[in-house]
């Protein structure tokens, strides 16, 4: 019979209980032993809520970050955060820096921005930098290596974590992250030295640690440690696939078996150095890379385990067992008791459990599975294997079925005039009319702005008035009318004070928006929303992905009438603000039933309409923020292109239907831009507003070495910090910015929206970079 396991729980709590106890003793309001008492409870929760599976995961539990465990675990803890041992508010320090901002209190959950960058500054206190976990929404502390970086075994979570476990009976299987990925994931402090060979460099210095701490953990008497090297799904230089098979040499104990895991994706050209390593078994992804099964069948050593992650963890659909079952039958055949069975990866990346829901509605719900129900399936898939004949798993199954038929026959899923548009859409309708130089001498004849432009990015304070408002409303304990009044006088108030302070593009304010997914999704059909489906994003926050369902389509005008009021009360220009598609599909749980292509594309239809009906209410200026184009890349280069393409597509639907003299912008947040330069000149947006300030305009580099054709604003001051920025360095960052993009082409604003931020930081700080554009203008 075909073992079950786990890669890893989700750790943060069905009611976020991690969140809150974090919180608050960052606050100050609970004690050291409280917050220990609450991991330990949740800890203990969790293993016994994955009950009923062979092989539970210990050491996915995690205070901040799994990565930064390991790095404490090792001592690679950066030198100003180091006050003697090791311990919990060591892993605070390195991730939050020293300081104890009040931030993490605020209610509402929004992406990150790079919060905790140690590019902010290098000050004695910085955070430890804060980095995407592969193509998750999760972000993990990167570690901080130098060159003489010595490892020691210092912090042993893990092993206290495996005792815990043992005692409470639980069937326990450590898992560690692998040392190549470790090292991989890290970087020097020193930008010179971040070189892969200085990476790799450290290998023989931190293997012997590595193999104390696996014999730290074979002492335990467990049996199986699970290592991941998701690195193994990425494009690697031959020197690191190489690596890989003297390291698994030196990790060899005798008592203890290896399950090497990858996942996010297959092993690919990875794949022989995976299958021929001295380990005991080999998980697999075969969510995403279930094509390499029949290759790896063939080439499996005859005692190794092969363990298929055949549940989707990075997904809450529940699956179509039919369809796993027909995957895993050759497997099953051939390895009998080898094959394990498995969620593609840790189950971090998906909500706790779906029955605690009561708003989804009841067709919807039984599609979906979290954590807890995903670990059923594998029960029901074990006992199928196993037992195909038994009525219990006949009737089980069936009932699978059902609910996969229900759900392929939907009406909420499919929109048939959709359809009919999407396989009728002309080819020009993502192309603008005109090229940019003669959209840009319509858009000037109309806007007449002058040289350096000043705007912002969209949202201003959200104060705790709004939140509240916001919150009554949705509660139904503010009419829609008292509730419009209140928006309303927002907005007249962002308008008067950016009129005050005399910028040339406005904004509305977006008071009314939670979140810049969750807005839109909400008055898109096709979309639904979980009460409680929080993942954690990093350290305390979690976000709340809504779930795509079915085809999109807008019912009706979304920011309209905001946008038309907010016009009314000015002879400025006030900017359309809208989320772009791509974002829309990164920041949710897309459906699995078509291809990303096609959601982004409806997405992308809705926005489109959206946009036409700004246009027809008098807007001139329509900003799509992409924030997420560059986050929605592929693991492997070669997917790159036709991600690209798909996605520059899909904003030029969203943006195209306009006339020439309508101006469309973008923005993005920090980000590398060197390899998708070509992809953002594609999006083909009048204006790209980017987060620049603490690249020093680096960043610009990018665009000036394409000579890219259209506008840009790049961000003269970092919203992410209360400092306020002074006159001088605006004025330095505009020139310096000069230096690189023609002036014609510049514009001035902020690094990204200020709903962080209160009104006397905006208000000043507004001031300052309009003043400095003035003199600029002056003295041309
Ligand atoms: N318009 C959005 C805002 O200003 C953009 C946010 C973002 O890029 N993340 O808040
Ligand atoms: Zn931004």
Same mark, same amino acid.
Request: charged share 20%.
């Given at each position: 019979?075909?073992?079950?396991?786990?890669?890893?729980?989700? &750790?943060? #709590?069905?009611?976020?209980?991690?969140?809150?106890?974090?919180?608050?003793?960052?606050?100050? +309001?609970? !004690?050291?032993?409280?917050?220990? !008492?609450?991991?330990?409870?949740?800890?203990?929760?969790?293993?016994?809520?994955?009950?009923?599976?062979?092989?539970?995961?210990?050491?996915?539990?995690?205070?901040?970050?799994?990565?930064?465990?390991?790095?404490?675990?090792?001592?690679?803890?950066?030198?100003?955060?180091?006050?003697?041992?090791?311990?919990?508010?060591?892993?605070?320090? +390195?991730?939050?820096?020293?300081?104890?901002?009040?931030?993490?209190?605020?209610?509402?959950?929004?992406?990150?921005?790079?919060?905790?960058?140690?590019?902010?500054?290098?000050?004695? /206190?910085?955070?430890?930098?804060?980095?995407?976990?592969?193509?998750?929404?999760?972000?993990?502390?990167?570690?901080?290596?130098?060159?003489?970086?010595?490892?020691?075994?210092?912090?042993?979570? @893990?092993?206290?974590?495996?005792?815990?476990?043992?005692?409470?009976?639980?069937?326990?299987?450590?898992?560690?992250?692998?040392?190549? =990925?470790?090292?991989?994931?890290?970087?020097?402090?020193?930008?010179?030295?971040?070189?892969?060979?200085?990476?790799?460099?450290?290998?023989?210095?931190?293997?012997?640690?590595? &193999?104390?701490?696996?014999?730290?953990?074979?002492?335990?008497?467990?049996?199986?440690?699970?290592?991941?090297?998701?690195?193994?799904?990425?494009?690697?230089?031959?020197?690191?696939?190489?690596?890989?098979?003297?390291?698994?040499?030196?990790?060899?104990?005798?008592?203890?078996?290896?399950?090497?895991?990858?996942?996010?994706?297959?092993?690919?050209?990875?794949?022989?150095?995976?299958?021929?390593?001295?380990?005991?078994?080999?998980?697999?992804?075969?969510?995403?890379?279930?094509?390499?099964?029949?290759?790896?069948?063939?080439?499996?050593?005859?005692?190794?385990?092969?363990?298929?992650?055949?549940?989707?963890?990075?997904?809450?659909?529940?699956?179509?067992?039919?369809?796993?079952?027909?995957?895993?039958?050759? %497997?099953?055949?051939?390895?009998?008791? &080898?094959?394990?069975?498995?969620?593609?990866?840790?189950?971090?990346?998906?909500?706790?459990?779906?029955?605690?829901?009561?708003?989804?509605? %009841?067709?919807?719900?039984?599609?979906?599975?979290?954590?807890?129900?995903?670990?059923?399936?594998?029960?029901?898939? &074990?006992?199928?294997?196993?037992?195909?004949?038994?009525?219990?798993?006949?009737?089980?199954?069936?009932?699978?079925?059902?609910?996969?038929? %229900?759900?392929?026959? !939907?009406?909420?899923?499919?929109?048939?005039?959709?359809?009919?548009?999407?396989?009728?859409?002309?080819?020009?309708?993502?192309?603008?009319?005109?090229?940019?130089?003669?959209?840009?001498?319509?858009?000037?004849?109309?806007?007449?702005?002058?040289?350096?432009? +000043?705007?912002?990015?969209?949202?201003?304070?959200?104060?705790?008035?709004?939140?509240?408002?916001? $919150?009554?409303?949705?509660?139904? $304990?503010? =009419?829609?009318? *008292?509730?419009?009044?209140?928006?309303?006088?927002?907005?007249?108030?962002?308008?008067?004070?950016?009129?005050?302070?005399?910028?040339?593009?406005?904004?509305?304010?977006?008071?009314?928006?939670?979140?810049?997914?969750?807005?839109?999704?909400?008055?898109?059909? #096709?979309?639904?929303?979980?009460?409680?489906?929080?993942?954690?994003?990093?350290?305390?926050?979690?976000?709340?992905?809504?779930?795509?369902?079915?085809?999109?389509?807008?019912?009706?005008?979304?920011?309209?009438?905001?946008?038309?009021?907010?016009?009314?009360?000015?002879?400025?220009?006030?900017?359309?603000?809208?989320?772009?598609?791509? =974002?829309?599909?990164?920041?949710?749980?897309?459906?699995?039933?078509?291809?990303?292509?096609?959601?982004?594309?409806?997405?992308?239809?809705?926005?489109?309409? *959206?946009?036409?009906?700004?246009?027809?209410?008098? @807007?001139?200026?329509?900003? @799509?923020?992409?924030?997420?184009?560059?986050?929605?890349?592929?693991?492997?280069?070669?997917?790159?292109?036709?991600?690209?393409?798909?996605?520059?597509?899909?904003?030029?639907?969203?943006?195209?239907?306009?006339?020439? /003299?309508?101006?469309?912008?973008?923005?993005?947040?920090?980000?590398?831009?060197?390899?998708?330069?070509?992809?953002?000149? %594609?999006?083909?947006?009048?204006?790209?507003?980017?987060?620049?300030?603490? /690249?020093?305009?680096?960043?610009?580099?990018?665009?000036?070495?394409?000579?890219?054709?259209?506008?840009?604003?790049?961000?003269?001051?970092?919203?992410?910090?209360?400092?306020?920025?002074?006159?001088?360095?605006?004025?330095?960052?505009?020139?310096?910015?000069?230096?690189?993009?023609?002036?014609?082409?510049?514009?001035?604003?902020?690094?990204?929206?200020?709903?962080?931020?209160?009104?006397?930081?905006?208000?000043?700080?507004? /001031? +300052?970079?309009?003043?400095?554009?003035?003199?600029?203008?002056?003295?041309?």
């Amino acid at each position: 019979m075909a073992l079950i396991h786990n890669l890893g729980f989700p &750790r943060i #709590g069905k009611q976020r209980e991690l969140k809150f106890a974090l919180e608050r003793y960052w606050a100050g +309001t609970l !004690s050291q032993a409280e917050l220990e !008492s609450c991991g330990k409870a949740l800890r203990a929760e969790h293993w016994q809520a994955q009950q009923g599976i062979d092989l539970v995961p210990v050491g996915d539990f995690a205070w901040y970050d799994q990565v930064l465990t390991l790095s404490a675990t090792f001592g690679v803890i950066p030198k100003r955060h180091r006050k003697g041992d090791i311990d919990l508010d060591t892993l605070f320090r +390195t991730a939050r820096g020293r300081s104890t901002q009040s931030s993490e209190t605020q209610s509402g959950e929004t992406q990150p921005s790079e919060a905790g960058s140690c590019c902010a500054n290098h000050s004695d /206190s910085a955070a430890s930098e804060m980095t995407k976990w592969f193509d998750t929404n999760y972000h993990y502390l990167v570690p901080e290596f130098d060159l003489k970086q010595n490892f020691a075994l210092g912090y042993l979570q @893990i092993v206290e974590e495996i005792g815990e476990a043992l005692a409470l009976g639980v069937k326990a299987k450590p898992v560690l992250i692998g040392p190549l =990925t470790y090292l991989w994931l890290g970087k020097f402090s020193q930008p010179e030295h971040n070189t892969a060979e200085n990476k790799l460099a450290l290998l023989e210095k931190l293997l012997p640690v590595y &193999r104390q701490l696996l014999n730290a953990i074979a002492k335990t008497g467990v049996t199986w440690v699970q290592i991941d090297e998701p690195i193994l799904a990425l494009d690697l230089a031959p020197e690191w696939q190489q690596a890989f098979e003297s390291t698994y040499h030196q990790l060899q104990i005798r008592e203890l078996n290896i399950l090497l895991a990858n996942y996010f994706g297959p092993l690919g050209a990875n794949l022989s150095t995976a299958i021929n390593l001295p380990v005991a078994g080999l998980h697999i992804d075969a969510v995403r890379g279930g094509e390499e099964l029949p290759r790896l069948l063939d080439r499996l050593s005859p005692h190794k385990v092969l363990s298929v992650g055949i549940i989707d963890g990075r997904n809450i659909w529940a699956s179509d067992c039919d369809k796993a079952l027909a995957t895993l039958a050759p %497997a099953a055949q051939q390895l009998g008791e &080898r094959l394990w069975l498995a969620p593609s990866c840790s189950l971090l990346h998906v909500p706790y459990d779906v029955t605690v829901e009561d708003k989804i509605a %009841a067709d919807v719900k039984p599609w979906l599975a979290f954590a807890t129900q995903k670990l059923q399936e594998l029960v029901l898939l &074990r006992d199928a294997l196993a037992q195909p004949e038994s009525t219990l798993v006949k009737e089980k199954l069936a009932e699978v079925r059902n609910i996969q038929s %229900a759900r392929k026959d !939907s009406a909420r899923v499919h929109n048939q005039a959709l359809q009919a548009r999407i396989n009728t859409l002309a080819p020009a309708a993502a192309a603008r009319q005109s090229s940019f130089t003669t959209r840009i001498v319509a858009q000037q004849k109309l806007l007449n702005l002058p040289l350096l432009p +000043t705007t912002s990015i969209g949202s201003f304070p959200q104060t705790a008035e709004i939140r509240s408002a916001r $919150r009554l409303y949705k509660q139904g $304990r503010l =009419t829609n009318n *008292e509730y419009t009044q209140l928006m309303q006088s927002e907005i007249r108030k962002a308008i008067h004070i950016q009129e005050e302070i005399d910028l040339d593009v406005l904004v509305h304010g977006e008071a009314e928006r939670n979140d810049m997914v969750e807005y839109f999704g909400e008055q898109l059909d #096709g979309f639904i929303f979980s009460q409680h489906g929080w993942v954690q994003s990093y350290g305390s926050r979690c976000v709340k992905p809504p779930v795509i369902v079915g085809d999109i389509s807008r019912p009706k005008a979304m920011t309209v009438s905001w946008a038309s009021y907010a016009q009314s009360l000015s002879k400025k220009p006030v900017k359309g603000m809208l989320t772009g598609p791509i =974002t829309m599909l990164c920041w949710s749980f897309v459906r699995d039933d078509q291809p990303r292509a096609a959601t982004a594309l409806q997405l992308a239809l809705a926005i489109r309409d *959206e946009v036409s009906d700004l246009e027809a209410a008098g @807007i001139n200026i329509i900003q @799509i923020d992409e924030p997420a184009l560059r986050e929605g890349l592929p693991l492997l280069k070669k997917d790159w292109p036709a991600y690209l393409d798909w996605a520059t597509h899909a904003f030029r639907v969203s943006s195209s239907s306009v006339a020439d /003299s309508t101006q469309i912008h973008t923005h993005m947040c920090y980000a590398e831009f060197n390899d998708i330069i070509q992809a953002i000149s %594609a999006l083909d947006a009048d204006v790209i507003t980017i987060e620049t300030s603490r /690249s020093n305009m680096e960043l610009l580099n990018a665009f000036e070495h394409f000579a890219y054709p259209n506008q840009i604003g790049p961000g003269v001051y970092d919203i992410h910090s209360p400092n306020q920025p002074n006159q001088k360095w605006v004025t330095d960052l505009i020139e310096k910015a000069a230096q690189k993009i023609p002036l014609n082409n510049l514009w001035v604003n902020p690094d990204c929206g200020l709903k962080t931020r209160n009104w006397n930081e905006t208000k000043a700080a507004l /001031s +300052t970079m309009v003043r400095a554009a003035k003199q600029l203008r002056a003295q041309l």
